[in-house]
């Protein structure tokens, strides 16, 4: 495929996501691999290449920089793509896929009145991928967020539709000093498939559509899980044993209101033993219209051998569940995703004393809060994420990242 024969398919509403800001439009499009595969007769996709298409067109009075790096860090250059498939016995092969990857690189200076296109050779990304283009100008920066769903599957949140547990006659609003009370009333832990047994606290609250707390979890770094299968067990249990990662290794699944999480995400290390990860589950509460998520998270520090697992092996936790809970306050605020934090009460407190033991026989401990995010659909500075707390005895605390401090005094 010719370089305009792929801009006039990338170009096809089915393709492409368009926004304009300013007099400035972008549209962009991230490659499935047939689409890479036939656009670049080349396999880029097995070596962890995904190709996004990006134009922009600016009818604005001012010149423009993209800065690729925005929308991957780590993203490939052109010739470094290339020398993916290097051949030490045809020179002249490598000299037509290093020019053809080279031509087809986007420009990143757009003059005004100009339209510049071209690709940005992503990492693969399964799941949902995000898109975002950032455009310098002279003492102003445009910003264009695009997230796809791509149609990779296996992923939970792809085979879980939670709303059919809560219809719409069963959902209920609450208003903002009124959800602490409400938050209190919901099950303390999570627990087995009986319910005759308690597993980790529930200590997280995400507020926002199902759309927006994914794409916060994504753009802060965060994997999707995949379904357990025995396709995924068999990956996990081959990375237990020689070593390595595994982003999207599935989770067990533990229980809230008689069901498995409707959806997990997890920010892995290098090693499969070391992760944290978090479980999601829909409440029928309902917050100035936005759903309302309870959730578990807690961080993997190691493995071990057990028969409670199906695959012999599972993950031991860090017993303080808080540093794992407050880690994604952090990283949520670092990655301008909140609007509004605070904490709630509704676990029980666990001294380190004398701690509790999750399903897995696990020990741990906690000051008995929840964090409560309410996810920003748009970016928001971390000075201006509104701190919002339902307990009493804090009203009035010093709260270092917390510019707009409001207590509820229910």
């Not at 794409?215 to 770094?221: K, P």
């Not at 709630?344 to 995010?373: C, H, M, S, W």
């Amino acid at each position: 495929m010719t370089a305009s024969q792929a801009e006039t398919l990338y170009l096809g509403r089915a393709n492409s996501q368009a926004m304009t800001r300013n007099q400035v439009t972008v549209r962009v499009a991230a490659l499935r691999d047939a689409e890479s595969r036939a656009a670049f007769d080349l396999p880029l996709a097995m070596h962890g290449v995904q190709p996004v298409w990006v134009q922009i067109e600016n009818r604005s009075a001012l010149p423009y920089w993209f800065m690729p790096a925005f929308m991957d860090r780590d993203f490939y250059s052109a010739r470094e793509t290339a020398y993916l498939f290097h051949s030490n016995s045809s020179g002249s092969s490598n000299a037509q896929i290093e020019r053809m990857l080279t031509e087809r690189q986007v420009k990143v200076h757009v003059e005004p009145g100009q339209t510049v296109s071209g690709f940005v050779y992503t990492n693969l990304t399964r799941g949902i991928k995000l898109l975002n283009v950032e455009l310098l100008g002279t003492r102003q920066l445009l910003r264009f967020d695009f997230a796809r769903e791509q149609d990779d599957g296996g992923f939970d949140y792809q085979t879980v539709k939670p709303e059919k547990f809560y219809p719409q006659e069963r959902q209920y609003q609450v208003g903002l000093k009124a959800l602490g009370a409400e938050l209190q009333k919901l099950a303390c832990c999570t627990t087995n498939a009986q319910g005759s047994a308690q597993g980790d606290p529930l200590n997280l609250v995400m507020v926002g559509s199902e759309h927006d707390v994914l794409v916060a979890l994504v753009r802060a770094g965060w994997d999707f899980t995949e379904t357990i299968n025995a396709s995924s067990v068999s990956h996990m249990v081959s990375v237990f044993s020689f070593g390595g990662s595994y982003r999207n290794s599935p989770v067990s699944a533990l229980y809230f209101d008689g069901r498995p999480q409707d959806f997990a995400m997890q920010r892995a290390r290098a090693s499969i033993s070391q992760r944290n990860h978090l479980r999601l589950w829909l409440t029928p509460l309902l917050v100035e219209g936005a759903p309302v998520w309870v959730g578990q998270i807690s961080r993997d520090i190691g493995v071990k051998v057990t028969t409670r697992s199906p695959t012999l092996t599972t993950h031991v936790i860090d017993p303080d569940v808080d540093e794992s809970r407050d880690y994604l306050l952090q990283d949520m605020l670092m990655t301008s995703n909140v609007a509004r934090w605070g904490y709630a009460a509704g676990v029980d407190k666990i001294r380190q004393e004398e701690p509790r033991t999750n399903l897995g026989g696990d020990p741990y401990f906690t000051d008995g809060r929840r964090l409560v995010l309410f996810v920003a659909q748009h970016p928001r500075a971390i000075q201006d994420a509104e701190f919002f707390q339902w307990h009493p005895e804090d009203c009035g605390s010093t709260k270092p990242l917390a510019v707009h401090h409001h207590c509820s005094k229910d």
